[in-house]
């Protein structure tokens, strides 16, 4: 634990990526931690995920402190081999996009992405190995993008959820965080016991998605996905152009609806006593969701059940694709955490989705592709991240 509690030292102070930090309990979390193949790997929980002697503060100050009796499933399962919980890390409150107090160790005069800000940082900076997350539309995805880290979202129901503060049941999914996908693949095996998929001398179809049916990356992204994809042509790899399903702009409004709907139902009772301690963006989006009617979410489902479809077609030609994991590198400032519209295709289709982290702006901040698999097959989407990662080293380092 030297390697991180001098991190910490470094980092944590400007950084303010994990909650109550206390060395002496990750201490004795260590002493007690098992043998297994995750065996001395320090881990950041995302501050929704209950640890067993730890309050789920969620960052809301109006939520009980009361430290929880019990492990959520996903901790269960990296405690059983051999990990062990350094310590909480910041969440935006209610895992949406309001930020909190974490700053992007890039730059501290940007942000570090969101929900799961603290988890994507404290990776960045070596506080942690790896970090655990949730995404409901780009709270994996984006803040890896911005920290410069493999950021993976696996299939839909990959991982229980069980222990985790719910947003949208319909779309939420445990996430990870680690500085390399041989980590992720490491983690992955660990958890699943699926051997990594070996993808053998063949091409590799990649399908380019430039168009995401709604407002494009900005040039400096654009021109970092374009170099990117020919660096790898002939490499091989075979790159054509891919268009996103019939239904993508529909997607973006109804899977709004849908998380705001679901979110509402989560927050009903707190939200009626609590309501004006509620951040804005939270509050409004609830205060959405109690319009939506059943009969709009009926109708949100059947459309995503058939997006889901055109999504699985377009991997009967493609093994993998290739996309913005956001518009650009981390926008300056501490107000927003970003945009979260490049993910939330493949969000709402339960596809298995890595960011990659390939290169530096004009400002030295990290940008990270987004490749997508085919659904449940994460190992195969590891495997080919795992070569595209040789091709397109990133060598860069916070600090």
Not at 52 to 58: E, V
Not at 253 to 282: G, M, T, W
Not at 373 to 391: V, Y
Request: a neutral charge; one cysteine or more; aromatic letters at 8%.
């Amino acid at each position: 634990m030297d390697y991180e509690l001098e991190a910490i030292k470094r980092w944590e102070p400007n950084t303010k990526a994990l909650v109550d930090w206390n060395p002496i309990e990750a201490g004795k979390r260590l002493d007690i931690s098992k043998s297994g193949p995750l065996s001395g790997w320090s881990v950041g929980v995302k501050d929704i995920i209950d640890v067993q002697g730890m309050p789920t503060l969620c960052n809301a100050n109006f939520v009980s402190k009361k430290p929880v009796g019990h492990d959520a499933e996903i901790v269960k399962s990296l405690l059983a081999q051999g990990a062990f919980v350094l310590s909480k890390t910041v969440t935006t409150p209610f895992a949406f996009l309001d930020p909190g107090v974490t700053c992007n160790p890039w730059n501290f005069e940007h942000t570090p992405g969101g929900s799961s800000s603290g988890s994507a940082a404290a990776v960045a900076c070596g506080m942690v190995r790896l970090a655990v997350g949730s995404q409901t539309v780009a709270s994996v995805i984006r803040p890896a993008s911005y920290c410069g880290v493999v950021g993976f979202k696996p299939t839909f129901e990959k991982f229980s959820t069980a222990g985790i503060f719910p947003f949208s049941p319909a779309v939420d999914t445990v996430g990870f965080f680690t500085r390399s996908v041989s980590d992720m693949q490491i983690v992955m095996q660990a958890l699943t016991k699926e051997s990594v998929k070996q993808v053998g001398n063949r091409i590799i179809k990649v399908g380019l998605v430039s168009d995401i049916a709604a407002k494009p990356a900005g040039e400096e992204m654009l021109n970092v996905l374009n170099n990117s994809v020919s660096s790898l042509e002939g490499q091989s790899f075979e790159v054509q152009p891919v268009t996103v399903p019939e239904g993508s702009s529909e997607a973006y409004p109804y899977h709004f609806d849908l998380i705001s709907a679901e979110a509402y139902k989560v927050h009903e009772e707190c939200f009626s006593q609590f309501r004006d301690k509620y951040p804005p963006n939270l509050r409004q989006l609830l205060l959405k969701g109690k319009t939506i009617s059943p009969q709009e979410i009926e109708k949100i489902k059947e459309h995503k059940s058939l997006f889901r479809k055109r999504m699985l077609k377009i991997f009967e030609e493609y093994d993998v694709l290739v996309t913005p994991s956001a518009e650009g590198a981390a926008p300056r400032g501490l107000g927003k955490t970003g945009d979260p519209r490049f993910s939330l295709l493949w969000t709402y289709s339960g596809c298995p989705s890595l960011s990659l982290p390939v290169a530096l702006s004009n400002r030295g901040l990290p940008m990270g592709l987004q490749l997508i698999g085919r659904p449940m097959e994460d190992t195969t989407l590891l495997s080919i991240s795992k070569m595209i990662e040789t091709f397109l080293p990133f060598r860069s380092l916070v600090g």
